[in-house]
Structures are given as structure tokens and as C-alpha cells.
């Protein structure tokens, strides 16, 4: 068996186990399995692992630094991915995360609004748009704040919402959470996850499609399903515990 084999076979075996956690959260909740996507986070491993994973049935992967991430699309671009983007996003890297990104979950402030959808248009494309809630943010004027994992405080996120719907080429698809590790939430990631189901709901109210809701990662994916997210984020439980950056 050669090396390429062996990483399949405990890629298989880890996303059966991970099927087998959501599976089992929706029933808990009573909610369809069909009601929560798995997107599986790649960030600092290689393209070779992202060809395996198509091949075994993922279609959602995500990465958090385009350094990595946009020679990491080029080599996979003949797979039908959608590639989220869900680092803290500088606007000189906007250029080319709106080359290959689907979908940028860490939307947290107007400046990147306005330079995504410069992009966007530029390349021809539309962006799907979430937007980062932190919990832990500091509330200040209009809801700005900052946040340890960056996001935007919930008094922002109706402003933050209408910039999205405006702007040409981006479409506003929901709403995006780290659980928070500071601040009246931290540790209590039910809690932050129902929080931001109801801040979801709000949104829902104005903006009836952005019904995505990303929330939950290796550790705490059932909280999520329990408190209804729509899409987990899962990168150890998938591919291991992730090499060391020099």
C-alpha cells in the first residue's frame, strides 16, 4: 500500500467518524442531516490531501491565509470545490482571495465591503459574503469593535448587512462565528452559538436569503447543530492534528 493509500484510508476513516458526530448532534436536535454541511478546513496541509478529499465525496473546503491557500486553489482548480475563505482578511489581500474564494466568511467591516466588491466586479464574479460575529467585541460606535478572532459586535451587523446587499457583485449570505475565548461568553460555546442564532434570526427579518449560518469546529460541532447552525467547520477531527509553522 503506498503512502497516497494509506492517507486515504485514514482520511475516509476520519470523515466517517465526523459524519457520524453530525449525525448524531441533528438527531439529538431532531434536525435533518441534511440541514448541516460540513466544510472541511485544509489550512497547512497540502493540495495532494485537498485531490483526496474530493475524492471522497468533500465539496466545501476552507482556508484562513491566502498566502497558502491561492497556489492551493490553483493546483486543485480542475475539482468542483467551493473554497471559503475564513481568516482575518486584509484589504490588500482582496485581489486574490476574490480570484477563487466562493465564499469570504470573515466579513467584519465596510472597508472590505467596498474593497470585495471592487474585486468581485473586476474578476467577473459573485462573492458569497458572511458576516463575522464577535461576541467578545468591544461595543462602540455603531457596534464597532474589536474582537480577539476579529468580527464585528451584533450592534454592527445590520449596518454591516445593508453595505453587503448594496454592493455590486457580493451577496449577502449570513453570518460566521469563532466561539469566543474572552469576554461573557467564553467557554460557554451553547450559549455563544444560540446568541448568534437569534442575531441570524434578526437578520433574517430584512434579509430573508442569507440563511447560512457557519458555527462549530472539531471540538464543539455538536453545540453548533444543537443551537442550528447550517454549516460546521472541521479541520483536525478530518486531517489530523496540524503540522507546527516554523
Known sequence: MTDDDDRRTQLANNLARVEDRISAACAKAGRPRDGVELIVVTKTYPASDVRLLAELGVRQV?????????????????????????????????????????IVQSVDRARLVAALSKEAVRAERELGCLIQVALDAETGLGGRGTAERGGVAPGGVPALAEAIAEAQGLRLDGVMMVAPLIGPYAGRQLAAFERLMEISTDLRATHPAANMVSAGMSADLEDAVAAGATHVRVGTAVLGVRPRLG
Open 62 to 102: 476552507a482556508e484562513n491565509r491566502d498566502q497558502e491557500a491561492a497556489p492551493k486553489a490553483v493546483d486543485c482548480v480542475d475539482l468542483p470545490l467551493t473554497w471559503h475563505f475564513v481568516g482575518q482578511l486584509q484589504t490588500n489581500k482582496v485581489r486574490s482571495v476574490a480570484g477563487y474564494a466562493g
